[in-house]
């Protein structure tokens, strides 16, 4: 790992990147979503808990945006206020994505593209890393550049599921998740060459926020493919529409139009 070096001062401020990042990071989420409004895929007549889940991480990123352009304008101190209300908007959004996961699975609505365990595995990991990666940068807050590049790195577990909706899924069967994973992967390594352009070496962070996001990509292929994902699929579905779901079978495509969030 290289020593890190002061910023060059050249080259400005690390402000408006993380900034210009963020607001690069939301409109690839609102074009993921986007499309699927508009391809009909998405419908306003989904469940409650859809609605929800959408206002809550949707939510999140205005959030997110708006951090980052309070510490660009030098605003810290509506930030570190915002910052509260922010550390409990995380923590809903762990038990919110990770329940609507479990009621879209047990109700045998898995995307065909992926393996229905490999589905349930991955969207909880993926939202637990998320709300880890937060959960540093909380107790990093006064160590700037640790903090801004941990939730920077969260923000980028945020995009998968945008960019699980802007690719070809369906042609990428059954490497999809890793099309995803190499997709966000983009996010951590874009963070790193500004490193090394800016200061001349790469902040540990990013290095800690890369190893979370693999981390979680390998231990959701080690979970989902052993006896231990077998025994979590068969106790979450239990009593429910799932459990007639072969858990490590892809669906069928259907043969109407794609609805998702049902």
Do not use: K
Request: aromatic share 12%; glycine share 10%.
């Amino acid at each position: 790992m290289a020593t890190l070096a002061g910023p060059r001062p050249e080259l400005g401020r690390d402000d408006r990147f993380f900034l210009t990042m963020a607001i690069a990071m939301a409109l690839i989420i609102a074009a993921g979503f986007s499309l699927q409004l508009a391809m009909g895929r998405s419908t306003f007549a989904a469940p409650w808990r859809v609605h929800l889940h959408a206002l809550v991480f949707f939510g999140w990123v205005v959030l997110y945006v708006t951090q980052n352009a309070l510490v660009t304008r030098g605003s810290m101190a509506l930030h570190r206020r915002l910052g509260w209300v922010g550390a409990g908007w995380a923590g809903a959004m762990v038990v919110v994505g990770i329940s609507t996961t479990l009621a879209m699975v047990r109700q045998g609505a898995s995307p065909f593209f992926f393996l229905p365990l490999y589905f349930l595995v991955m969207n909880s990991l993926s939202v637990l890393c998320f709300g880890g990666l937060i959960a540093a940068a909380i107790l990093l807050r006064r160590r700037t550049e640790w903090h801004r590049r941990l939730l920077y790195c969260a923000m980028a577990v945020l995009t998968g599921p945008a960019f699980g909706r802007l690719l070809p899924m369906p042609l990428m069967i059954p490497y999809a998740q890793w099309g995803v994973f190499a997709a966000v992967m983009v996010w951590p390594a874009i963070g790193i060459v500004a490193d090394l352009r800016r200061r001349g070496a790469v902040h540990p962070a990013f290095w800690y926020g890369v190893a979370a996001i693999t981390g979680t990509q390998l231990a959701m292929s080690l979970i989902a493919y052993s006896p231990i994902g077998l025994v979590i699929y068969e106790t979450a579905m239990a009593g429910s529409p799932g459990a007639l779901v072969a858990p490590l079978e892809f669906a069928p495509p259907p043969s109407g139009p794609l609805i998702t969030g049902r």
